[in-house]
T-cell receptor, first 115, second 108 residues
Framework: NAGVTQTPKFRVLKTGQSMTLLCAQDMNHEYMYWYRQDPGMGLRLIHYSVGEGTTAKGEVPDGYNVSRLKKQNFLLGLESAAPSQTSVYFC??????????????FGDGTRLSIL | DAKTTQPNSMESNEEEPVHLPCNHSTISGTDYIHWYRQLPSQGPEYVIHGLTSNVNNRMASLAIAEDRKSSTLILHRATLRDAAVYYCILRDVGQFYFGTGTSLTVIP
């Protein structure tokens, strides 16, 4: 049981390049999330999904796109990378459940540098 | 979403209890109180959550004030592995807002 797996773990891009970050979960969770964390800051939500084929904007969605074609995968895309997108990106998943918001399970992060 | 206020940093001696405070004076009746922690170079890890009553699990206890305007995460016996940033978060059906949390240092 791997939990939440993020690919790649590290990446360096040049300004203007594009790339896709992959998040995979094997817990059959309905909800998935993408966050970014800048140095000395807390996490900020970029986009999230409440089910296969559905996505929604979070707190800081500009410059990113997402897709949830399969329940277990959530992709985060940068179409034209900018230095301001240098950050650590975390993916998380959770059940939809009753009794309030369910705990989120996080991956180990992708460290992305844009030159 | 309601916001929380936490001290930037705290220290504790190893094997002693730690009380991490959180103020949330604008909490609504349906906001759950969640605590996560983040060890260095790792993703956040769920610790505990509650609505009105105090909660206990294998990691920690959560004490919620009667008026729900504050809460305290209690680590009963701090270990070096508990050194992390602890986030207190309010959430109903909306998004998590992590804030900057409390950085806990455990002194051997």
């Amino acid at each position: 049981n791997a939990g939440v797996t993020q690919t790649p773990k590290f990446r360096v891009l040049k300004t203007g390049q594009s790339m896709t970050l992959l998040c995979a979960q094997d817990m059959n969770h309905e909800y998935m999330y993408w966050y970014r964390q800048d140095p000395g800051m807390g996490l900020r939500l970029i986009h999230y999904s409440v089910g296969e084929g559905t996505t929604a904007k979070g707190e800081v969605p500009d410059g990113y796109n997402v897709s949830r074609l399969k329940k277990q995968n959530f992709l985060l895309g940068l179409e034209s990378a900018a230095p301001s997108q240098t950050s650590v990106y975390f993916c998380a998943s959770s059940y939809s459940g009753t009794g309030g918001p369910q705990p989120q399970h996080f991956g180990d992060g992708t460290r992305l540098s844009i030159l | 979403d309601a916001k929380t206020t936490q001290p930037n940093s705290m220290e504790s001696n190893e094997e002693e209890p730690v009380h991490l405070p959180c103020n949330h004076s604008t909490i609504s009746g349906t906001d759950y109180i969640h605590w996560y922690r983040q060890l260095p170079s790792q993703g956040p890890e769920y610790v505990i959550h509650g609505l009105t009553s105090n909660v206990n699990n294998r990691m920690a206890s959560l004490a919620i004030a009667e008026d729900r305007k504050s809460s305290t995460l209690i680590l009963h016996r701090a270990t070096l592995r508990d050194a992390a940033v602890y986030y207190c978060i309010l959430r109903d059906v909306g998004q998590f807002y992590f804030g900057t949390g409390t950085s806990l240092t455990v002194i051997p």
